[in-house]
T-cell receptor, first 110, second 113 residues
Framework: NAGVTQTPKFQVLKTGQSMTLQCAQD?????MYWYRQDPGMGLRLIYY???????DKGEVPNGYNVSRLNKREFSLRLESAAPSQTSVYFC?????????FGSGTRLTVV | GDSVTQMEGPVTLSEEAFLTINCTYT??????LFWYVQYPGEGLQLLLK?????DKGSNKGFEATYRKETTSFHLEKGSVQVSDSAVYFC????????????FGPGTSLSVIP
């Protein structure tokens, strides 16, 4: 089925470890996004890519980096994980109005 | 700045009850308005949208009307089902260099048999 695919679905990291969350969309959308969702905090934008070759900071970029590898793929990297980065991470894409979201990555940093 | 306000939850209703979830917004210009739904353990899904004043978005029995005069986009359903239990997010979109979307905090709905 067409949509946004995120991997992995679950991950446990130790403090200081690094990892990359992968996201791919097959809808030929120009724009892609990374959000985190925390209880009581709603959805917060980490980084976005308006188009292939561009990336920009969102509301909460500290501790993260991103790569827009091509039009399909947009990865999120945690260089040195911290317990404050325990969250559910969602990737989304859009072309015009309305987002399509992936099913999320539940990340726990211990 | 632009923002979205939703009624506080959680909301608990009996099956077949009438649902209203209030949403108001603040925006410069003329945003598009959306309702997204998130079922347990899943990502958000677009439920309905309206792109200009007086438009009515509808899907799966849910409706919302874009009211510019009251800056509102209230979600309604005439008869809820247990399967409607989810978190509902109101959102607005302003067309900039990208599709900038601002989400409300979400309203949790539980429907009991």
């Amino acid at each position: 089925n067409a949509g946004v695919t995120q991997t992995p679905k679950f991950q446990v990291l130790k403090t200081g470890q690094s990892m990359t969350l992968q996201c791919a969309q097959d809808m030929n959308h120009n724009s892609m996004y990374w959000y985190r969702q925390d209880p009581g905090m709603g959805l917060r934008l980490i980084y976005y890519s308006a188009s292939e070759g561009t990336t920009d900071k969102g509301e909460v970029p500290n501790g993260y980096n991103v790569s827009r590898l091509n039009k399909r793929e947009f990865s999120l990297r945690l260089e040195s994980a911290a317990p404050s980065q325990t969250s559910v991470y969602f990737c989304a894409s859009s072309q015009g109005y309305g987002y399509t979201f992936g099913s999320g990555t539940r990340l726990t940093v211990v | 700045g632009d923002s979205v306000t939703q009624m506080e939850g959680p909301v608990t209703l009996s099956e077949e009850a009438f649902l209203t979830i209030n949403c108001t917004y603040t925006a410069t210009g003329y945003p598009s308005l959306f309702w997204y739904v998130q079922y347990p353990g899943e990502g958000l899904q677009l439920l309905l949208k309206a792109t200009k004043a007086d438009d009515k978005g509808s899907n799966k029995g849910f409706e919302a009307t874009y009211r510019k005069e009251t800056t509102s986009f209230h979600l309604e359903k005439g008869s809820v089902q247990v399967s409607d239990s989810a978190v509902y997010f109101c959102a607005l979109s302003m067309k900039t260099s990208y599709d900038k979307v601002i989400f409300g905090p979400g309203t949790s709905l539980s429907v009991i048999p």
